[in-house]
T-cell receptor, first 116, second 113 residues
Framework: ETGVTQTPRHLVMGMTNKKSLKCEQHLGHNAMYWYKQSAKKPLELMFV???????ENNSVPSRFSPECPNSSHLFLHLHTLQPEDSALYLC???????????????FGSGTRLTVV | AQSVTQLDSQVPVFEEAPVELRCNYS??????LFWYVQYPNQGLQLLLKYLSGSTLVKSINGFEAEFNKSQTSFHLRKPSVHISDTAEYFC???????????FGTGTSLTVIP
């Protein structure tokens, strides 16, 4: 148990589907993140939420839409994805926005997404 | 801006042999350095970190890394690896102001029985 739970673990979706990834943490952390992990590439930071406000959006296509209803939950809504979006999507949390760079991040196990 | 280079994408090593995973960084400011480990089908876990003080930092499972400022390196070492050490290892760097954080591309360590 890492403290950060992601569901589903695996997801196969067509390019016209709409789906959502869910992340939950009960560590009392105030910052949450979505990362994309593709083979042989550095982890790509997609979105950052601090105290439920989006503070960073790294030029992510609009077909990815994050939502943070409270400090414990983070969603990534997906629609009209492309095959190149297939990857492992990791959720992470940290004590606060700067704490991740000092204390480290707690990651979930990820959702393996395949777009067909 | 900072960047992280992990020179080896794959490192096979026999069980009980020593291993070194290399990490170099570039930065114009003081940095914090991290190693994360990702076991198969899991997320990343913090293995060890350097913030300040002693340049040699250790993890609870026998890994250690040394911060070398002159060579801008933070190589990860273990004197004797186990099968259970098979995983992907990521080096990461952040500025000491905390507002930038970068991961390397990872090194896949495979321990051979």
């Amino acid at each position: 148990e890492t403290g950060v739970t992601q569901t589903p673990r695996h997801l196969v979706m067509g390019m016209t589907n709409k789906k959502s990834l869910k992340c939950e943490q009960h560590l009392g952390h105030n910052a949450m993140y979505w990362y994309k992990q593709s083979a042989k590439k550095p982890l790509e930071l997609m979105f950052v939420y601090s105290l439920e406000e989006r503070v960073e959006n790294n030029s992510v296509p609009s077909r990815f839409s994050p939502e943070c209803p409270n400090s414990s939950h983070l969603f990534l809504h997906l629609h009209t994805l492309q095959p190149e979006d297939s990857a492992l999507y990791l959720c992470a949390s940290s004590q606060d926005r700067l704490g991740g760079s000092y204390y480290g991040y707690t990651f979930g196990s990820g959702t393996r997404l395949t777009v067909v | 801006a900072q960047s992280v280079t992990q020179l080896d994408s794959q490192v096979p090593v026999f069980e009980e042999a020593p291993v070194e995973l290399r990490c170099n960084y570039s930065s114009s400011v003081s940095v914090y350095l991290f190693w994360y480990v990702q076991y198969p089908n899991q997320g990343l876990q913090l293995l060890l970190k350097y913030l300040s003080g002693s340049t040699l930092v250790k993890s609870i499972n026998g890994f250690e890394a040394e911060f070398n400022k002159s060579q801008t390196s933070f190589h990860l070492r273990k004197p004797s690896v186990h099968i259970s050490d098979t995983a992907e290892y990521f080096c990461a760097v952040s500025s000491n102001t905390g507002n930038q954080f970068y991961f390397g591309t990872g090194t896949s360590l495979t321990v051979i029985p």
